[in-house]
Each structure stands twice: as structure tokens, then as C-alpha cells.
């Protein structure tokens, strides 16, 4: 309890990256992941915006990451999925998706923003925000397709793989449930690819 | 309270019908769709099993609509989805599917269901044995695909269908959220029917 009692910005001590997180949490939860500010963060865990730079480098993503237990940033691994360019990308998304959803432990945080997101619109908000701006744009990005077409592509693409995120593991629907990973990776990569790499 | 302090089996009245649904819906979130048996509904709402019959006429698959208020039941729409055969079939599942879930009074007992299932492992199960007995198992029969690859192609084509739900309705993430319906139609019905007639 460290800190408690104490007014005005308190240093950064043993549990202020934790204050800084618990502070994240309630800033992403009503303001969605596009309102937040690492400023407005600083005020609400009481610190100086500097010591939320200090403990989070990466900014509002590093942040979000930390206030929703993610096992990981999009930032830190969709480099590898992107790597390589638009060849292969359709199976890599597909082996990279599954192998997350795959790990019991790993899709957890992401099964609860998701629950959450269909319980009440300010998580759907916050989810939509982060989605949006962490994983779907760098994927379309990374496209060789008209502006116009490319994130309604790329979300297209990504319905396809939380679909099967929803039938394989929280529907647990045979055969899919039980299917082997190349199995399924070899029906929903070719969709992926098309969507992605119409032209090719 | 028609019925309340009344002994013994009851007979029809103007609440027995609801009285059976109350069951029904207890029963189905206790044993799972699958494990649900008229006698075991008018059992448990202490009812004759004629009763049952007789207000569900069409059985376990009008309980379970009626026990989660769905607005229709796949008996009385599927057919007109799969008459045709399966050329278009995924030009007709697309449109059918948007339409439903397009209308906010239309989906939203479909995401009750949905929110229940990624909650609790007994909803799960209570719409996995739903979906799989009454939708995916109709259209898999309609197929023209080798039995062992039958039922996972139209998996991940309910896959394509329900993940396109979650962006376009539950986060709505643009521009998928407002994109209209001939043009998402236009992107996923060749990939529901390259699932559905992979030779074609």
C-alpha cells in the first residue's frame, strides 16, 4: 500500500507502473482506445507523464497490452507475419492466428476483451480502437491493393480467422475442434491469400 | 400464477405453454442441446409429454427457439436458402445471414446466445449441439463434398460468416461496420462457395 496517503504526483516506487496499469484500464474503459491520452493516464494514476513514458516506452499500445493481461503487442510479433511481404502472407496470419488461439493460456485475454466487448459498447469501443489501429492497419499496410478496397480486405480476412477462433475454441464445434492445425490452415489460407492478394 | 399450488400434472392452460419454456430453456442450460428430451422438458415443468408434443409440434428444435426467443427457426428458413441446390448457395447463405443479423431486433437473441456461450462452458455446449444439429448439419447433407471433408468445409464457412458478424455488428470496426450489403456480399459469398463446392 506503498503510496496511499500521500498527495500530489508521487515518484515512481514499487507499485506505481501497477497504479499507472490500474489507471490505464479505467482511461481505455471509458474512453475508448482512440480517446485515451498517456496524459490523461498520468492524471488518473496521479504521476508525472514522464514516469508513464518511463514505464511504457511504447506508448498507449505497451499500455493497453498491460491493462488487458495480452500475452503480447501486435508490435511485437506482427513484424515477423509481415516479414517476407504479401507471398505466404495468407498462411503465415493463419499459423501465426492459431497458434495463439491455439495455447489455452494464450487466448484467455483475448477470449475476455472479446466477452466483454459483446456485453457492453464501451469494450466494444475500446477493442475496436486497438484492433483497428495495432493490427488491421499495419496489415494493410503492408498490401498491394487499391486504398479504397484494402481494410475492408483486410477485415474480411480477419473475420475469417476469429470465426474459426469462435467455432474452434469457445463453440468447440467437431470436426473443427479437434481438427488438425494444417488441416485447417490449409482451407482458410487461400482465403486469406485471395483477400489479401486479389490479383495474384 | 395459474397453476401454483396445484399437485400433479397439470393440464394444458393459458400459461403451460410458457411454463414449458421456462423448462425447456433450465433444461437446455443444464444438459446441453443434445442431452435435452421432451419427456425430460414436461418433467420438469410437470406437464404430460402430450403437452409438449402439442404446443411443439416440430419438437426440440422449436423448444430451444422458443426457450432463446430466436425470431425463426432454421427449419423454417433453411430451405429456402438451400432450394437450388448448390449453385449460388453461397451468394444465398451471405445474403440470408446479413439480413439477419442486419436487423438490431433480428440479432439480438443471436448474441445473447453468443455472449452466454463465451461466458460459460454450458451455453457453450447448449448452442454447439443447436448450431451443429440444426444448421450446419443441413447444409452440410445439401453438399456435393467427400463425407469426411463435409462438415469442416461448412465450419469454416460459418466461420466466415460469424467472425464477419462480430467486426461488422458487435465491434463495428469501419469500414466494414458501414460498407453495404451487396458489397460484403461481393467479398465473402465466393469464399463460402469455394468452401461449399471446391471442385466448381
Redesign the interface.
Given at each position: 500500500m506503498a503510496g496511499v496517503g500521500t498527495r500530489g504526483r508521487r515518484p515512481g516506487g514499487v507499485d506505481t507502473r501497477a497504479e499507472i496499469v490500474t489507471a490505464a484500464r479505467q482511461e481505455f474503459a471509458e474512453k475508448g482506445y482512440d480517446g485515451v491520452t498517456l496524459r490523461g493516464i498520468a492524471r488518473v494514476a496521479d504521476v508525472d507523464p514522464a514516469l508513464v513514458h518511463h514505464y511504457f516506452a511504447n506508448g498507449k499500445e505497451e499500455l493497453f497490452v498491460a491493462a488487458m493481461q495480452l500475452p503480447f503487442s501486435p508490435a511485437e510479433r506482427l513484424p515477423d507475419v509481415l516479414a517476407g511481404g504479401v507471398d505466404g502472407l495468407g498462411e503465415r496470419m493463419a499459423r501465426f492466428f492459431l497458434s495463439v488461439w491455439g495455447d489455452p493460456q494464450g487466448r484467455e485475454p483475448f477470449?475476455a476483451v472479446?466477452?466483454a466487448?459483446?456485453?457492453n459498447e464501451q469494450a466494444?469501443a475500446m477493442?475496436?480502437g486497438f484492433?483497428?489501429q495495432t493490427i488491421?492497419s499495419r496489415v494493410a499496410a503492408a498490401l498491394d491493393v487499391p486504398p479504397e478496397e484494402r481494410?475492408?480486405?483486410v477485415?474480411?480476412a480477419?473475420?475469417?480467422?476469429?470465426?474459426?477462433a469462435?467455432?474452434?475454441y469457445?463453440?468447440?464445434?467437431?470436426?473443427?475442434a479437434s481438427?488438425n492445425e494444417d488441416?485447417?490452415v490449409a482451407?482458410?489460407a487461400p482465403?486469406l491469400q485471395?483477400?489479401l492478394t486479389p490479383d495474384l
Open positions: 477470449l472479446l466477452r466487448a459483446l456485453t466494444a477493442l475496436r484492433v483497428a488491421l481494410e475492408l480486405r477485415e474480411v480477419a473475420a475469417q480467422l476469429i470465426g474459426v469462435m467455432l474452434r469457445v463453440l468447440r464445434i467437431e470436426p473443427l481438427a488441416d485447417v482451407l482458410v482465403t485471395h483477400y
